[in-house]
């Protein structure tokens, strides 16, 4: 019996930075596989960051590849001296706020609970799920710039710094929309044990 061999990981800090100024120098030199493995590094990243802007799933998924194609268009504006994540985030940002200010409104009623199907669910399933969507209602009711914010600092893990980067204000701001959002959540949550 031989020995596994060790489970690659990607590079972190640095190594993957630069990792991902390769691919994109790449990409736009006309290398579709090396655009396809930024894709499906940050597929994940940009339908969550889609998702806080327009809530929905559907519209996350759309939003967030109308943002691939248009950096895929962009690439020449990529500077690779700067990490690449920050730089399509903005894009997926943009992209999410365009599509909510052009989707139509179309009021979508809850089907009844007692319209559903299925069977009882677990409680610890039912309790996920129910925090799930007291979360996503609290953040609903968040400004829009505050909610990217928040869930790109406490979700994705961005720096205040490249926060600031992906939405084209100051860090100071970034920190300020950060607190605020998170001093609201907790009103809004309070009630939850």
């Not at 869930?151 to 100051?170: C, K, R, T, W």
Request: charged content about 30%; hydrophobic content about 40%.
């Amino acid at each position: 019996m031989q020995p596994e061999p060790p489970s690659v990981q990607p590079p972190e800090g640095p190594a993957r930075i630069e990792d991902e100024a390769e691919l994109a120098t790449r990409a736009r030199a006309g290398d579709r596989a090396a655009f396809g493995r930024l894709v499906e590094r940050f597929a994940p990243q940009a339908r969550r960051v889609a998702r806080a802007v327009l809530q929905d799933p559907h519209d996350a998924d759309d939003a967030a590849q109308d943002a691939f194609l248009a950096a895929l268009v962009k690439l020449d504006q990529y500077d690779p001296r700067r990490p690449f994540g920050p730089w399509l985030m903005r894009i997926v940002a943009n992209a999410a706020t365009d599509r909510r200010r052009r989707r139509t409104v179309r009021q979508v009623e809850p089907l009844a609970p007692e319209l559903t199907g299925g069977g009882p669910r677990p409680d610890r399933e039912a309790e996920q799920s129910a925090l799930g969507d007291r979360l996503r209602a609290a953040l609903a009711e968040l400004p829009n710039r505050r909610r990217i914010a928040v869930v790109l600092f406490d979700v994705e893990g961005y720096s205040h710094a490249e926060i600031a980067q992906i939405l084209g204000i100051p860090e100071g701001t970034v920190r300020s929309e950060v607190f605020h959002a998170r001093r609201r959540l907790r009103e809004l949550l309070a009630d939850w044990r």
